[in-house]
């Protein structure tokens, strides 16, 4: 079994963040200081960009019915199958 190793971001440390981050400090310092990857803080400073966002569909787009499966379309062999008639 694999252990995990990466640190966990927990709210007191997301705290520090924004406190160091608030003082100027670079996202490097930071992720230097709190022995974390410097993508780690990027993310955690910046986490609205990384939320999923629930969109609406547009408007004439087809809204599938709930338990309906995707109509799937042929792909590149059977289409070339279709056209040579095999």
Known sequence: MK???RKKVNPEVLKK???LRSQGMTYQKIAK??????L???KYLNIEKYQKV???PK???AVPKEGAAAEKKPGFWSRLK????S
């Open 3 to 5: 252990v995990d190793k």
């Open 17 to 19: 963040m924004r406190e």
């Open 33 to 38: 200081e709190l022995n974390l990857s410097y």
């Open 40 to 42: 780690t803080v990027y």
């Open 54 to 56: 629930k969109t609406e």
């Open 59 to 61: 408007e004439g787009a």
């Open 82 to 85: 279709a056209k040579l008639g």
